[in-house]
């Protein structure tokens, strides 16, 4: 019942922006945590941001003050704003979802991926 699907990703030079959209079904953002992971291939997902129900957010030390989430409950959206980014933000980037209002642990839903190149 619940799908996750991104879209937004694409090549972008060091220092650029560039904003993921996440188009949500089945859950809803007042009572569902929701944020994003990524991954390298070879390598661990890693924690990118999310956002609580009850609006708190948290981001991974890599990406503080350079990335930005939000959501717009209308639109059954998530979004991810890129800014200054760098070589080593390259992965894919996956869309979640919790089922609780917090995201503590794993993801329990998870979108297909976007790719993000960030290359010159």
């Known amino acids: 019942q619940v799908q996750l699907v991104e879209s937004g990703g694409g090549l972008v030079q060091p220092g650029g922006s560039l904003r993921l959209s996440c188009a949500a079904s089945?859950?809803?953002?007042?009572?569902?945590?929701m944020g994003w992971y990524r991954q390298v291939p070879g390598k661990q997902r890693e924690f990118v941001a999310a956002?609580?129900?009850?609006?708190?957010?948290g981001y991974a030390n890599s990406v503080k003050c350079r990335f930005a989430i939000s959501g717009d409950i209308d639109k059954n959206t998530l979004y991810l704003q890129m800014n200054s980014l760098k070589p080593e933000d390259t992965a894919v980037y996956y869309c979640?979802?919790?089922?609780?209002?917090?995201?503590?642990?794993?993801?329990?839903?998870w979108g297909q991926g976007t790719q993000v190149t960030v290359s010159s």
């Open positions: 979640n979802g919790w089922h609780s209002g917090y995201y503590a642990g794993r993801p329990d839903y």
């Open positions: 089945g859950i809803s953002f007042s009572t569902n945590a």
């Open positions: 956002s609580a129900s009850g609006g708190f957010t």
